[in-house]
Nanobody, 116 residues
Framework: QVQLVESGGGLVQPGGSLRLSCTVS????????MGWYRQAPGKQRELVAH???????NYAGSVKDRFTISRDNAKRTIDLQMNSLKPEDTAVYYC??????????WGQGTQVTVSS
């Protein structure tokens, strides 16, 4: 029954920036890895970035060097800084942990639209 609340999305021009935030209703100290996912219309959901409790990160090739993921376990938040945005980044963005995705737990997501 975990609740995941994403925020920070919006409409931005190509080359612009957005910072997404996610708050989790449960303690995440024990969650080894959390990530940001996205789903564009007509496409499958994909993992964009993930971060471990130790601070190790991994990014999809399409966003590498443009996006930065971070987490604050005490605040129960996971952020995604997105720079140099492209139209291809347009999607609904979700935060989650693998263990919760397997249980079907998803938040409402936040819409990111990159368009001129």
């Amino acid at each position: 029954q975990v609740q995941l609340v994403e925020s920070g999305g919006g409409l931005v021009q190509p080359g612009g920036s957005l910072r997404l935030s996610c708050t989790v209703s449960r303690d995440i100290f024990s969650i080894d890895a959390m990530g940001w996912y996205r789903q564009a219309p007509g496409k499958q959901r994909e993992l964009v970035a993930h971060i471990t409790t130790g601070g190790s990160t991994n990014y999809a090739g399409s966003v590498k060097d443009r996006f930065t993921i971070s987490r604050d376990n005490a605040k129960r938040t996971i952020d995604l800084q997105m720079n140099s945005l492209k139209p291809e980044d347009t999607a609904v963005y979700y935060c989650n942990a693998d263990r919760w995705t397997r249980l079907g737990y998803w938040g409402q997501g936040t819409q990111v639209t990159v368009s001129s």
